[in-house]
């Protein structure tokens, strides 16, 4: 599992898709992350967002409200 704080202290450090690829790669076993992988490698943005929708929703998580958030954390 991705730890969130991890996470957001990787991409104030640097490159953003840089250090998201890296932190997947390290979960390359799992196929949803495969999944993932895959996905942005060939810059499906349409499908890594329904992915990131239906993870969020089997978790019970509002998506639009992470994306705000997150953009709040990082001052986007």
């Given at each position: 599992?991705i730890n969130?704080m991890?996470l957001?202290q990787?991409?104030?450090g640097?490159?953003?898709?840089?250090?998201?690829?890296?932190?997947m790669?390290?979960?390359?076993?799992n196929?949803?992350?495969?999944?993932a992988?895959?996905?942005a490698e060939k810059k499906?943005i349409?499908g890594?967002e329904?992915?990131?929708?239906?993870l969020?929703?089997?978790q019970?998580i509002?998506a639009?409200?992470m994306?705000?958030?997150?953009r709040?954390?990082?001052?986007?």
């Amino acid at each position: 599992m991705i730890n969130p704080m991890m996470l957001m202290q990787m991409l104030r450090g640097g490159n953003p898709q840089q250090a998201i690829m890296s932190m997947m790669r390290q979960q390359a076993n799992n196929p949803v992350i495969s999944n993932a992988i895959n996905m942005a490698e060939k810059k499906d943005i349409k499908g890594l967002e329904k992915l990131a929708r239906n993870l969020c929703n089997e978790q019970g998580i509002d998506a639009d409200k992470m994306i705000e958030n997150i953009r709040k954390e990082m001052g986007i």
